[in-house]
C-alpha cells in the first residue's frame, strides 16, 4: 500500500502538482484554512501545529488549500 501510495505522489509530481507541507511552519494564508487553535505555550503564535488535509497546487496555481490546526499560547497574540 505505501509503494503504491508512493508512485501516486511522484507521478502526481511528474505532472506538476506539488503538495506543500504546513505541519511546524508559520501560518500562510494565503494557502492555508485555519480550522482550529489549540493552546500550547511550547510553540509560537501562529505555527501550524497539525495539517488535517494537505495543500496542493498545480504549477503554481492553487488547487487545494491545507486545512491546519494553529498553535496559540497566552504570552503573545494570533496574528493571522
Known amino acids: 500500500?505505501?509503494?503504491v501510495r508512493a508512485e501516486m505522489l511522484?507521478?502526481?509530481e511528474r505532472c506538476g502538482v506539488r503538495f506543500k507541507v504546513a505541519k511546524g511552519r508559520p501560518f500562510d494564508p494565503v494557502w492555508q484554512?485555519?480550522?482550529e487553535y489549540i493552546?500550547?505555550?511550547n510553540k509560537a503564535d501562529g505555527t501550524?501545529?497539525?495539517e488535517?488535509?494537505?495543500?496542493?497546487d498545480f504549477n503554481g496555481v492553487l488547487?487545494?488549500?491545507a486545512n491546519v490546526v494553529i498553535a496559540h499560547n497566552k504570552s503573545g497574540k494570533i496574528d493571522v
Open 63 to 65: 488547487l487545494r488549500c
Open 33 to 35: 484554512k485555519a480550522v
Open 10 to 12: 511522484q507521478a502526481f
Open 48 to 50: 501550524v501545529i497539525e
Open 1 to 3: 500500500v505505501c509503494s
Open 39 to 41: 493552546e500550547d505555550n
Open 52 to 56: 488535517l488535509t494537505r495543500g496542493c
